[in-house]
T-cell receptor, first 111, second 114 residues
Framework: SQQGEEDPQALSIQEGENATMNCSYK?????LQWYRQNSGRGLVHLIL?????REKHSGRLRVTLDTSKKSSSLLITASRAADTASYFC???????????FGSGTKLNVKP | ETGVTQTPRHLVMGMTNKKSLKCEQH?????MYWYKQSAKKPLELMFV???????ENNSVPSRFSPECPNSSHLFLHLHTLQPEDSALYLC?????????????FGPGTRLTVL
């Protein structure tokens, strides 16, 4: 069953601007992860946030989690053309053995 | 990106062909996964293996047959596929089945079924 839903489906910004992507999910989770995928390639893990955490940072990435709203956001600050990719959230539906990806947000950063 | 390799990178096959996709991980992980990624659809988990044993079959049609001879290798045998099976097939591995373990993905095999 599909769990994470990213919003927007596509986002186009200028280099240097911030990019914000959102993920909503339906059931309780233990953890939520964000992944990035360059065109036609495999996914690369970006960050994991646990259900008892509200915010996490990694370099230019900032992830927030609001379990009451069942939503998460990924903020990329000072975007670069190399950030152009699709971004996916993945949630576990409370099941430690597997998790589910959304359809992704396609980010285009124009130089 | 060389931690998980997949071959071939591209495959075109007819509906009556039999082919196999191969995945190899050099990370010493115990769990391996097959995913299907179709255009404009969420990534779909197909199969999960842990210590060579299949732990998950996500209602995948029998024309897809996985094989895991050891913890480093994973195959997906394809037989009598349909055009709607055309997709990017991704292999991943993780240290264990614990969700907190990061999954490392291969580059994928782009499959086209004619």
């Amino acid at each position: 069953s599909q769990q994470g839903e990213e919003d927007p489906q596509a986002l186009s910004i200028q280099e240097g601007e911030n990019a914000t992507m959102n993920c909503s999910y339906k059931t309780s989770i233990n953890n939520l992860q964000w992944y990035r995928q360059n065109s036609g390639r495999g996914l690369v893990h970006l960050i994991l946030i646990r259900s008892n955490e509200r915010e996490k940072h990694s370099g230019r990435l900032r992830v927030t989690l609001d379990t009451s709203k069942k939503s998460s956001s990924l903020l990329i600050t000072a975007s670069r053309a190399a950030d152009t990719a699709s971004y996916f959230c993945a949630t576990d539906e409370g099941n430690f053995n597997k998790f589910y990806f959304g359809s992704g947000t396609k980010l285009n950063v124009k130089p | 990106e060389t931690g998980v390799t997949q071959t071939p990178r591209h495959l075109v096959m007819g509906m009556t062909n039999k082919k196999s996709l191969k995945c190899e991980q050099h990370l010493g992980h115990n769990a391996m996964y097959w995913y299907k990624q179709s255009a404009k659809k969420p990534l779909e988990l197909m199969f999960v293996y842990n210590f060579k044993e299949q732990t998950e079959n996500n209602s995948v049609p029998s024309r897809f047959s996985p094989e895991c001879p050891n913890s480093s290798h994973l195959f997906l045998h394809l037989h009598t596929l349909q055009p709607e099976d055309s997709a990017l097939y991704l292999c991943a591995s993780s240290q264990s089945l614990d969700y907190t373990d990061t999954q490392y993905f291969g580059p994928g095999t782009r499959l086209t079924v004619l």
